[in-house]
């Protein structure tokens, strides 16, 4: 068997989609039929390195629209047993019918795309795929495919005493989000965290791990609440440092707007940190509807505040026995089950409606 994946970004990239792309091609060359993986990216920001054995990633096709349009004609020529569009966005210059991922925001707004060769879509949450279908009035079939942790890549350990000295952490109790800041979303739920920090305790601090062109209207914000002191930008980290700076947390907190699910969660309780995610975004699902967290109104600074106090005095560092339902192995079964569907159903998808 031969798949294609169009992405946006996976080897050499950063952030959840990256990620999840990488995860995907992993649970795609688990199974004993695929021969090959074909992964076209759209951008590469960093070294590509860690491509598994069956996986040909055409990385010359992120060296600018020509390469880009030179690798798609490439692809189109060439035969798949099954072809993914990874990214809402890519779906117009896909050359082949194929499943549509969905990741979060990107899909609950409505647009003109069409949805003639779409065969089935695939989305991180039931909120996402649930928006997606309202506004697009897509009636064919869909998996939710929530994002997966390596639990053995993470676990409780004390807090490194490089990080803690970098950041200041001596003596304080440290709230984390890790995310990234991005002036044109702003929907992570940094200010969120940031207007209530003042109702809390002096020897809490608030640790803002990830970079982004947000960084100086919240570093602003910061020193006109008078927060200087308590809250610290870590900037852009290393991947290898992620499990050290989750376990410097003795709260996670993520009051977000606009998560299609929130893979950060997952890290954060696998380090055994206590969450707090959002009601109103897919951030409830990576908790579970609440079993693995307390879940709070973005828009209530006294819910946040709330939850945080009580997270603080009475949240127990323990890595959760239902975590297991994310863990990668769960993440394989799910994607063969996907492939397997695909490969019994018609080529391409002819009844559903979608827009344009």
């Given at each position: 068997?031969?798949?294609?994946?169009?992405?946006s970004?996976?080897?050499?990239?950063?952030?959840?989609?990256?990620?999840?792309?990488?995860?995907?091609?992993?649970?795609?060359?688990?199974?004993?039929?695929l021969?090959?993986?074909?992964?076209?990216?759209?951008?590469?920001?960093?070294?590509?390195?860690?491509?598994?054995?069956?996986?040909?990633?055409?990385?010359?096709?992120?060296?600018?629209?020509?390469?880009?349009?030179?690798?798609?004609?490439?692809?189109h020529?060439?035969?798949?047993?099954?072809?993914?569009?990874?990214?809402?966005?890519?779906?117009?210059?896909?050359?082949?019918?194929?499943?549509?991922?969905?990741?979060?925001?990107?899909?609950?707004?409505?647009?003109?795309?069409?949805?003639?060769?779409?065969?089935?879509?695939?989305?991180?949450?039931?909120?996402?795929?649930?928006?997606?279908?309202?506004?697009?009035?897509?009636?064919?079939?869909?998996?939710?495919?929530?994002?997966?942790v390596?639990?053995?890549?993470?676990?409780?350990?004390?807090?490194?005493?490089?990080?803690?000295?970098?950041?200041?952490?001596?003596?304080?109790?440290?709230?984390?989000?890790?995310?990234?800041?991005?002036?044109?979303?702003?929907?992570?739920?940094?200010?969120?965290?940031?207007?209530?920090?003042?109702?809390?305790?002096?020897?809490?601090?608030?640790?803002?791990?990830?970079?982004?062109?947000?960084?100086?209207?919240?570093?602003?914000k910061?020193?006109?609440?008078?927060?200087?002191?308590?809250?610290?930008?870590?900037?852009?980290?290393?991947?290898?440092?992620?499990?050290?700076?989750?376990?410097?947390?003795?709260?996670?907190?993520?009051?977000?707007?606009?998560?299609?699910?929130?893979?950060?969660?997952?890290?954060?309780?696998?380090?055994?940190?206590?969450?707090?995610?959002?009601?109103?975004?897919?951030?409830?699902?990576?908790?579970?509807?609440?079993e693995?967290?307390?879940?709070?109104?973005?828009?209530?600074?006294?819910?946040?505040?709330?939850?945080?106090?009580?997270?603080?005095?009475?949240?127990?560092?323990?890595?959760?026995?239902?975590?297991?339902?994310?863990?990668?192995?769960?993440?394989?079964?799910?994607?063969?089950g996907?492939?397997?569907?695909?490969?019994?159903?018609?080529?391409?998808?002819?009844?559903g409606?979608?827009?344009?």
């Amino acid at each position: 068997m031969r798949v294609l994946l169009l992405c946006s970004d996976a080897y050499g990239g950063h952030g959840g989609i990256a990620l999840f792309n990488r995860e995907l091609a992993a649970a795609l060359v688990a199974r004993p039929d695929l021969d090959e993986l074909v992964i076209v990216p759209r951008v590469v920001r960093g070294e590509v390195r860690g491509v598994p054995p069956k996986v040909t990633f055409l990385a010359d096709a992120a060296k600018g629209p020509l390469a880009y349009m030179r690798a798609l004609a490439r692809v189109h020529r060439e035969k798949f047993d099954l072809a993914i569009c990874g990214h809402r966005n890519l779906l117009r210059v896909t050359p082949k019918p194929c499943v549509l991922i969905i990741h979060g925001i990107e899909a609950w707004r409505p647009s003109r795309i069409s949805l003639r060769r779409v065969r089935a879509v695939v989305s991180v949450s039931a909120l996402t795929r649930d928006r997606f279908v309202e506004w697009s009035h897509y009636d064919g079939p869909t998996f939710v495919l929530p994002n997966a942790v390596h639990l053995d890549d993470y676990g409780i350990r004390p807090k490194n005493p490089r990080l803690v000295e970098r950041f200041r952490l001596e003596g304080k109790r440290v709230l984390l989000t890790v995310g990234r800041l991005d002036a044109a979303e702003r929907s992570k739920g940094f200010d969120e965290v940031l207007e209530v920090m003042r109702k809390l305790p002096e020897d809490v601090v608030y640790l803002i791990a990830g970079g982004g062109n947000d960084f100086e209207r919240l570093q602003k914000k910061a020193v006109d609440l008078s927060l200087t002191s308590r809250v610290i930008f870590t900037g852009l980290f290393d991947e290898g440092e992620k499990p050290d700076l989750y376990n410097l947390a003795d709260v996670y907190v993520m009051p977000s707007r606009g998560e299609g699910f929130g893979f950060v969660f997952l890290e954060a309780m696998a380090c055994g940190v206590p969450a707090i995610a959002s009601k109103i975004d897919g951030g409830r699902e990576a908790l579970l509807g609440g079993e693995l967290g307390l879940l709070v109104d973005p828009a209530n600074p006294a819910e946040i505040r709330d939850a945080i106090l009580y997270q603080l005095a009475h949240g127990k560092r323990e890595i959760p026995a239902e975590l297991a339902y994310f863990a990668f192995e769960r993440f394989v079964e799910r994607v063969s089950g996907i492939v397997d569907a695909m490969q019994t159903s018609p080529s391409p998808r002819r009844a559903g409606r979608g827009p344009g």
